[in-house]
């Protein structure tokens, strides 16, 4: 089991950043790929952003290249998403997401996730 807490968000005026924290407990941290998820009000989630176990492999979706950027600490057993040059269309609730295995990334099949946290960017 891996227990997933997201942090870092808020209120952002457009062309804003905001730095998403997820730290993770209970299972070995390094042993997953780790993914950040949003879902906005009346919209499926969607995949944003996604790395590998060691870090060597990140994706994006299209609507955020560019600006946003994910990294993590497996010293620290947390990812993060800094969120660069904010749009409103980017407000949603994030989650982060784990999967094994952890060498190589996927837009679906995540196995442990987070509760969200809130992202809202006014115009």
């Known amino acids: 089991q891996v227990q997933l807490v997201e942090s870092g968000g808020g209120l952002v005026q457009a062309g804003g950043s905001l730095r998403l924290s997820c730290a993770a407990s209970?299972?070995?941290?390094?042993?997953?790929?780790m993914g950040w998820f949003r879902q906005a009000p009346g919209k499926e989630r969607e995949f944003v952003s996604g790395?590998?176990?060691?870090?060597?492999?990140?994706s994006y979706a299209d609507s955020v290249k560019g600006r946003f950027t994910i990294s993590r600490d497996n010293a620290k057993n947390t990812v993060y998403l800094q969120m660069n040059s904010l749009k409103p269309e980017d407000t949603a609730v994030y989650y982060c997401?784990?999967?094994?295995?952890?060498?190589?990334?996927?837009?679906?099949?995540?196995?442990?996730w987070g509760q969200g946290t809130q992202v809202t960017v006014s115009s």
């Open positions: 997401a784990a999967r094994r295995p952890g060498y190589y990334i996927v837009t679906s099949g995540y196995d442990y």
């Open positions: 209970g299972r070995t941290f390094s042993n997953y790929a």
């Open positions: 790395i590998n176990w060691t870090g060597s492999m990140t």
